[in-house]
């Protein structure tokens, strides 16, 4: 009778635990059919449980989701001639050894557009649909993208919202008074969705010192440097306190899947194969490029551009996919290949200006650039 008794208790256990498996399983294919989905033929990468992988990561300027009070803020979508990829960062994560790196594209960035017989800005080929723009970067750039990413202004507000915020140190008091970036101390700060999003889209950043407001005046190459430092905070925080919170975890769930568009070949194994490389990656491991570019003023209608550097990018793009590489194998296993180098030849535009002007290099973020904490 005992024995019977616990078979027959074992078999309920059993029976609920199968439920609950069986309902959180159906819930999170109930998000993940929420999510906005496109085709993606151009994309050439493949997720991989050994090898290292890159994700286009897109924000783009597209002014849905937002309130009628952050329309008035940031403008409607005809004042930006449409939508346009304002950030493009490539996340390179390697799942053996959870390291990750950044190469970011200057919002700027002059190339020939997949597809089409004219160049453009790198960015202005999304407002053509996310095939061409991953087109246009793989032939630019003969970096293979695996998937895509892509989250408006209104969506990356409420994501950082939905995990609480960011961690940002800011060495200085610093603002925007374009982006509307407004930080009235130093120290590291917690900033919400719309400070976070003004953070990401500085370029014209200012940090308060020895009684005066200090203009950057970098641009675009001090935005990347911000726009690194809260990729890192975002990561950091999830790691932190939404990966080990189911209810956290729910909240970002569900507000995700109305706020993202991904390609319709990230399926919901790789999604949770990518979840679980982010578990690995600490912030500390993740290596920020950016590619050398050369300014050219008063390009045409085009106005201000930034030209590519072929030698010079063609080395960052080799330093980038090499800096996450497979670590070194077990004895008696096979050796990882190292990541191929991309041929130096990056594609240029159809017409090369006589009056370049200065060649801007991969640097250093400087010393009164926020990072995270």
């Excluded at 293979?144 to 961690?167: H, M, Q, R, T, W």
């Excluded at 120290?187 to 999003?197: I, M, P, S």
């Excluded at 889209?201 to 005046?217: E, L, Q």
């Amino acid at each position: 009778m005992i024995l019977r008794r616990i078979a027959i208790w074992l078999s309920s256990l059993l029976l609920v635990l199968l439920l609950i498996a069986g309902g959180a399983y159906a819930y999170v294919r109930y998000r993940y059919s929420q999510i906005s989905k496109v085709p993606l033929p151009a994309a050439r990468g493949a997720l991989s449980p050994r090898k290292p992988f890159n994700v286009l990561l897109v924000g783009s300027d597209s002014r849905s989701g937002l309130t009628p009070q952050q329309q008035s803020s940031y403008g409607s979508a005809s004042q930006v001639g449409g939508k346009r990829a304002d950030t493009m960062v490539i996340v390179r994560i390697d799942p053996v050894t959870g390291k990750a790196a950044l190469l970011s594209i200057p919002y700027d960035y002059f190339a020939p557009i997949a597809g089409a017989s004219h160049s453009n800005r790198i960015g202005n080929a999304l407002n053509a649909g996310p095939n061409q723009l991953v087109a246009t970067v793989q032939q630019d750039l003969h970096i293979p993208i695996s998937d895509y990413v892509e989250v408006n202004f209104g969506g990356l507000i409420n994501i950082v919202n939905a995990i609480g915020g960011v961690k940002v140190d800011f060495p200085y008091p610093s603002r925007d008074t374009m982006s509307g970036l407004n930080v009235p101390t130093a120290g590291c700060q917690l900033l919400n969705g719309k400070q976070a999003l003004a953070l990401a889209r500085s370029r014209y950043f200012s940090y308060y010192k020895n009684g005066s407001w200090h203009f950057d005046g970098t641009a675009d190459f001090g935005r990347i440097h911000r726009q690194h430092a809260f990729l890192q905070a975002a990561v950091a925080r999830v790691r932190s306190t939404v990966l080990t919170n189911p209810i956290a975890l729910n909240n970002l769930l569900a507000v995700a899947a109305k706020n993202l568009t991904v390609d319709n070949k990230l399926s919901l194994t790789s999604l949770a194969h990518l979840a679980s490389q982010l578990r690995k990656v600490a912030s500390g491991h993740m290596v920020g490029f950016t590619l050398p570019t050369q300014i050219v003023n008063n390009y045409g209608s085009y106005g201000d551009v930034l030209f590519p550097v072929p030698s010079q990018d063609g080395r960052v793009i080799s330093q980038f996919l090499q800096s996450v590489g497979q670590s070194a194998p077990r004895p008696g296993a096979a050796k990882p290949s190292a990541p191929a180098s991309p041929s130096t030849a990056v594609a240029t535009p159809h017409q090369v200006p006589a009056n370049a002007g200065s060649i801007v290099g991969n640097t250093k973020a400087p010393s009164f650039d926020p990072f995270a904490c």
